[in-house]
């Protein structure tokens, strides 16, 4: 146990490294960047960015080195995200034996989602109003260039994902996660229900289970902290300052606001909730965090997430198994809180009245669309567009300011991710704790 532990405290210690390096050195790309072009040595800079963060996807003659390392990672996270949804779910279907006890973990696993995304959504709003109030919002944004915005997705779709037309195209794609969770929970009731006859399948769910564990221990342990040096570099090294300075308004007030409600609402929900000391919850999550953080996408965080939870946290692995999948389909208190923000701005410079009660307005439409949010990175940016419509923020000017959004929201959406799943994993532990599905010893260790 304690060779376990040290090895865990040693990975969250060097993500932590690899997280101050990657935005040191991204940080100094900036500059670098900024001096070149100001000095008239913008080919430089070009041939720089070919040769280290250019998307080789959308340029035949890019080499891209950190991006096809960075890619590469999150591939091989995402390779298995599927599978271990399917397994994890089906298996714990199997282990809970009542009936009773699953619907009430549903039922206590959609209340604590609904909680802390109403909490969540208060907090934004009254974030986002006082800012207006102020002016911090009256800024200039007529040098940016408009873009076409997206018509975004009705988040009521979300509905009818949930039960797949086609088996094979819901195991195909790794957007169809919520698909993938309604196919896991009715094999496992199947196989619990026909009990000793469906023994074949099971143990190969068991098996390929224990699989997807070595596979990403092994990636995340060896690979994790490298990759997050490199994803952090090269994102913060792709933007210009052309897009900083008008930003600074939107970045700053809802990165704040991100960062109060990671520290400090999820440790208040805890200590409500379970009055367990939410110390060591922050500690070990911490590391989650960063790697969601990095990745900038739930999906490829769930593995680590998943560990954390059970081994660290001790929830009982039927209980994560089932609520953290879910989560990371239906639970976005990060991105309604960057929606609900975001939205406020833009109305505030494209010089629509905010109200209270249209702050009211905009977040329940935030909450639906975030519950319609893939788990992939830049998505909550583009289901902005949907808020937007739905409050007729369309003007000329709301148009440039979503399309500033558009062009900076990187940095945000991974500061979101991170939120994303650490109320995952927060909704997690309350739950179980009220269905004695914890261990509190593991916790407090």
């Known amino acids: 146990m304690t060779k376990s532990k040290n090895q865990v405290n040693n990975l969250a210690i060097k993500m932590a490294i690899a997280l101050g390096s990657g935005l040191l050195a991204g940080t100094l790309f900036i500059f670098l960047r900024e001096y070149l072009v100001g000095n008239g040595q913008e080919g430089v800079w070009n041939t720089l960015n070919l040769v280290l963060f250019q998307d080789i996807s959308s340029n035949s003659e890019a080499l891209g080195i950190f991006y096809i390392l960075g890619q590469l990672f999150v591939n091989a996270l995402q390779l298995v995200i599927i599978p271990m949804v399917f397994t994890s779910i089906a298996l714990a279907m199997c282990r809970i034996t009542d009936t009773k006890k699953l619907g009430r973990i549903s039922y206590k696993t959609v209340m604590g989602f609904l909680a802390t995304s109403i909490f969540a959504l208060g907090f934004a709003g009254a974030i986002g109003f006082i800012a207006h109030q102020a002016g911090v919002f009256q800024v200039s944004i007529s040098n940016i260039s408009a873009q076409v915005g997206s018509e975004g997705r009705n988040p009521l779709l979300v509905i009818l994902d949930a039960v797949p037309n ?172 960057m929606q609900v923000i975001a939205a406020i701005f833009i109305a505030s410079s494209a010089g629509y009245e905010i109200t209270p009660g249209r702050i009211i307005t905009i977040g329940l439409l935030a909450l639906i669309a975030s519950v319609g949010t893939p788990a992939a990175p830049g998505a909550g940016a583009i289901i902005l567009f949907t808020v937007l419509t739905g409050m007729g923020y369309q003007n000329d000017a709301a148009v440039l300011a979503y399309s500033l959004i558009l062009a900076i929201n990187r940095p945000v959406e991974m500061l979101v991710t991170a939120l994303n799943v650490v109320g995952d994993a927060a909704t997690a532990v309350v739950v179980a704790k009220s269905e004695e599905s914890f261990d509190e010893s593991i916790y407090y260790q």
Do not use: D, W
């Open 166 to 337: 086609n088996v094979t195209g819901a195991f195909t794609q790794n957007g169809k996660v919520l698909s993938i969770v309604f196919l896991a929970v009715v094999t496992g009731l199947i196989i619990h229900k026909l009990e000793g006859e469906i023994v074949l399948l099971k143990k190969l769910l068991e098996e390929l289970n224990k699989m997807i564990t070595v596979f990403l221990s092994f990636v995340i342990t060896k690979f994790g902290p490298a990759a997050i040096f490199v994803l952090i570099t090269r994102t913060f090294a792709i933007y210009g300052v052309e897009h900083l300075k008008p930003a600074l308004a939107y970045v700053g007030i809802v990165t704040v606001a991100l960062l109060v409600f990671l520290v400090v609402g999820y440790a208040l929900f805890i200590l409500l909730a379970t009055r367990l000391n939410p110390i060591p919850f922050v500690r070990k999550i911490a590391k989650v965090a960063l790697f969601g953080f990095s990745t900038s996408s739930s999906a490829s965080t769930l593995p680590l997430n998943t560990q954390t939870t059970v081994n660290e946290l001790g929830v009982k692995e039927e209980v994560a198994s089932f609520i953290l999948p879910l989560g990371m389909t239906i639970n976005m208190n990060g991105t309604a809180i």
